[in-house]
């Protein structure tokens, strides 16, 4: 089993930066790959970006590419979504996910393991 935990999200005004966290713990080596869902009020869950557990290949949904950084600190079995340039549409709860079998995946099938999610507001 791996355990995941989401942290930072927050209230932001449009044009501002968050950072979310997501603490990984249990069975980590056992990991491929890790990303980030999101779920907005009366929308389906859609992915977000994806890293793979070396950290050298990521994948972006296009609405944020450009404007969101994924990352991951493996001393630390954390990874990271560096958030600029929030606009009202990023308003959701932020999932992270891990997988065992894929190392970029961008599917939400694809996962194995969900954290609870954090919640992010944009607005002003």
């Known amino acids: 089993q791996v355990q995941l935990v989401e942290s930072g999200g927050g209230l932001v005004q449009p044009g501002g930066s968050l950072r979310l966290s997501c603490a990984a713990s249990g069975r980590t080596f056992s990991v491929a790959g890790m990303g980030w869902f999101r779920q907005g009020p009366g929308k389906e869950r859609e992915f977000v970006a994806a890293i793979n557990w070396k950290g050298d290949r990521t994948d972006y949904a296009g609405s944020v590419k450009g404007r969101f950084t994924i990352s991951r600190d493996d001393a630390k079995n954390t990874m990271y979504l560096q958030m600029n340039g929030l606009k009202a549409e990023d308003t959701a709860v932020y999932y992270c996910?891990?997988?065992?079998?894929?190392?970029?995946?961008?599917?939400?099938?694809?996962?194995?393991?969900w954290g609870q999610g954090t919640q992010v507001t944009v607005s002003s």
């Open positions: 996910a891990a997988s065992q079998r894929y190392s970029v995946p961008v599917r939400d099938y694809q996962y194995d393991y």
